[in-house]
């Protein structure tokens, strides 16, 4: 969310990122990672207390330690985008999805560069017991934190490329955003925050403020990775006014909506080779899921290292349920888990205080899961996410109409778990189905093989002997089924 073009990365490739998220290497390994990939690590992120000017804080509170000061309640949205957003030269620069890693080769897959990490293993000791025990706190369904030796690098699915940074310790440090920290701040005290990475402060590194949370990927080994951005609209009433008092269209993104479809842009767009912002995101709703069902798949990380960022056009609910039937590998286990998150996640959703007050917009839930069948889904991604002016309050299900700021976030829930048990209720009439032909075919091995006991018995085989068609070892094909018609006519 929070864009500073100077310092972004260029899209990054799956190996640069994993140089600049996994650090600090073992001395004996930096030159060979600076060999292989510069610049070299940077130093470890140092804790600042967030009070300085410029860092908005609403609220008296201790995270880590850190105690708070307070200003005004005056919240900065991170995405400036749209009413000068990101110049058109950003194009490329800015989203990891601009550069899809689909189908990574098996050589530049993250658990193979983990591999040339030894020393990697040796950084499981930096994971303290008390990171354990404040992890604890966060997950309600596993205490788990996965040791550092086991884990692959941390992973960005999609998102601002260049936002993040990994602490090492399972904490990760994304570029600091005003609004986002109020959010996250607010959230450590709401009924939400078990669905929320643990909030932490605000930290600097390399002249760079960042807030520091939980790496949600620290609780998994070699995990599978899906985000979904939530609601029904992804930008802000705010830019809209915005983008109609100084409209600034973008090349860029009309760039990426001719890659898409060629067809999309008006004549004028075309004439201007540039369009809106708003416009833009309104057609990417329109284009994907996100106008229909109230959400949709930004991307997925497979657990091979396989990442697929190609959703635009994933709109409907056949293909949606492909793509997450894909994610869990048909797993069942893994289906029914996390529609049981969702339905919790749904539950504190409308009890909470902080949802029930806020414009939630360009937010996302991170689904993740790895081969034991532990699944978590969290709310991530609070740099759009609006506080409303009190006493208004949204019930994030009632359509959008231009000055309710609803986001139907609550809607896009409601349609996810359905979908989920729609798949489930699939896979469980497959299931009974299997069983069904399963125990037909059973019931057959056992007449069969019944019939060439009782052929004796059978006035089908007595007359089949007698006519010397009987064969030693039961009956021939062609005379079996009346054998074992005459077996059951015995048996009743
Ligand atoms: N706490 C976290 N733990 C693990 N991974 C995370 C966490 N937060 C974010 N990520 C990863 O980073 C990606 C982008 O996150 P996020 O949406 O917060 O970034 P962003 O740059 O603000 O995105 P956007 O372009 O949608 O505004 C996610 O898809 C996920 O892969
Ligand atoms: O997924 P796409 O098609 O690449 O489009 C981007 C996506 O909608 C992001 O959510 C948005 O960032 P915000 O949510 O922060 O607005 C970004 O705007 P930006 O280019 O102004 O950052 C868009 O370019």
Redesign the pocket.
Known sequence: ?T?TPSSAAPCPRVGDMIQSLHWPPQPAQQSRVVALRAPPPPPPPELVVTCEPGVAQTEHRNTSGLSCGSQADEESQ?????FG??PAS?LGL??L??CSSVGLSPSSSFEEYEEEFPGNTDRKDTATRSDAEKNKNMVNWSPVVVPLKERAPWVQV?G?AGNFQTAGDGKLLKKYCASEQQCLQRLMDDVLQPFVPRYHGVTRRDEQEYNLMDDLLSFFDSPCIMDC?MGSR??LEE?LKKARKHPQP?K??YE?MIAVDPEAPTPEEKVQQAVL?TR??QW?ETLSSTATLGFRI?GIKKSDGSCNTNF?RTKYKEEVVQALDDFVDSNVTLLRNYQQRLKELRLVLEKSHFFRTHEVV?SSLLFVHDQSGRAGVWMIDF??TASMPPPLTLDHRSPWVEGNREDGYLWGLDNFIDLLTGMLAVHGSQDKSHTALLLVYLVCVVVLNWSTQCHHFAPECKKLQSSGMWHESGCSKPQRRNHIAGCVHMLK
Not at 78 to 82: H, K, N
């Open positions: 969310m864009k991170c995405s400036d985008s749209g957003g990101s950003s800015r989203k999805s601009d999609v601002h951005k992804t930008y830019e973008r860029d993104m990426k912002k833009y995101m990417r930004e635009k360009g740099g759009k």
